[in-house]
């Protein structure tokens, strides 16, 4: 069981950044793939970036890359990501995923946070 907590959502102009952060729980983090994903209200939602259990291999959506930094800190069981010249688009609320392999779909995470709403105003 992993429970999973983000932080660090809030409201920015466009062209600003935002650092979230997934707090996970259990010691089995580092063995998890991480991922993070976006719901716009209205709208699905949709796959943002993933890292594999190492950190060592890292995965974003088109519309995100170049801008996104997705990384995890083991030793602090969290995952990371950093976002930067953010646009009025990327305003969603985002969540955090655990799950057995860093996949780009909804089905390959097992365990989801909360969310934590990020707005970005024009």
């Known amino acids: 069981q992993v429970q999973l907590v983000e932080s660090g959502g809030g409201l920015v102009q466009a062209g600003g950044s935002l650092r979230l952060s997934c707090a996970a729980s259990?010691?089995?983090?580092?063995?998890?793939?991480m991922g993070w994903f976006r719901q716009a209200p209205g709208k699905e939602r949709e796959f943002v970036a993933t890292?594999?259990?190492?950190?060592?291999?890292?995965y974003y959506a088109e519309y995100v890359k170049g801008r996104f930094t997705i990384s995890r800190d083991n030793a602090k069981n969290t995952v990371y990501l950093q976002m930067n010249s953010l646009k009025p688009d990327d305003t969603a609320v985002y969540y955090c995923?655990?799950?057995?392999?860093?996949?780009?779909?909804?089905?390959?995470?097992?365990?989801w946070g909360q969310g934590t709403l990020v707005t970005v105003s024009s």
């Open positions: 890292v594999d259990w190492s950190g060592g291999y890292t």
């Open positions: 995923a655990a799950g057995p392999i860093s996949g780009s779909v909804y089905s390959s995470y097992n365990y």
């Open positions: 259990g010691r089995t983090f580092s063995s998890y793939a």
